[in-house]
């Protein structure tokens, strides 16, 4: 199960750190990451995270975003900085997770972020 934490809405210009945790029972987590999806438009990687922590972005957000994650917490963080209400969209985590039966994907709930101009 994941679950995100810290949309909310926030000025143009200003930052909100997101993230969301694993929990569970589980072998590994491997890549990790953020989608979002604006109203009308469909579901968009953000940012990715390898377990051995390569990153990879899209380039809408590639200099005003970091993705990060804590494996001892099993958490995903990403930090938004210079936001522009191009960015207002529900913002869902993901996961690769690993069981004793499967590995498969995972998704958040998703959290609202609204940037307002």
């Known amino acids: 199960q994941l679950q995100a934490f810290g949309g909310g809405l926030v000025q143009a210009g200003g930052s909100l750190r997101l993230s969301c945790a694993a929990s569970?029972?589980?072998?590994?987590?491997?890549?990790m990451g953020w989608y979002r999806q604006a109203p009308g438009k469909q579901r968009e990687m953000v940012a990715i995270?390898?377990?051995?922590?390569?990153?990879y972005y899209a380039d809408s957000v590639s200099g005003r975003s970091t993705i990060s994650r804590d494996n001892t917490k099993n958490t995903v963080y990403l930090q938004m900085n210079s936001l522009k209400p191009e960015d207002t969209a529900v913002y869902f985590c993901?996961?690769?997770?690993?069981?004793?039966?499967?590995?498969?994907?995972?998704w958040g709930q998703g959290t609202l972020v609204t940037v307002s101009s």
């Open positions: 993901n996961a690769v997770i690993s069981t004793t039966l499967t590995t498969r994907d995972y």
């Open positions: 569970g029972s589980f072998f590994t987590i491997g890549t």
């Open positions: 995270i390898r377990s051995g922590g390569t990153t």
